[in-house]
């Protein structure tokens, strides 16, 4: 399984907890995150569990299937 993340950048509050945790797949780009690239399952999810925001979704790219939030 490989999870993908998104960002809902309406929802991003520029917190910075998902770089602190996964440096290779974030990054806040001014006032807002975004995806730079890909990282193991389990810490992209950890990252998107850890948003205050709730501004992470990710999504099980082989069933297309979201499975957070
Ligand atoms: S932890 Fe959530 S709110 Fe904070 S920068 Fe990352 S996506 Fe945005």
């Not at 810490?43 to 979704?57: G, K, N, T």
Request: some cysteine; overall charge negative.
């Amino acid at each position: 399984m490989t999870l993908l993340p998104t960002i809902d950048e309406t929802a991003c509050a520029a917190h910075g907890d998902c770089v602190e945790i996964a440096p290779t797949v974030f990054v806040l780009d001014g006032d807002v995150a975004e995806v730079i690239g890909t990282g193991p399952d389990a810490l992209v999810l950890q990252a998107a569990e850890a948003c205050p925001s709730v501004a992470i979704f990710v999504t099980d790219s082989q069933s297309g299937e979201q499975v957070y939030p």
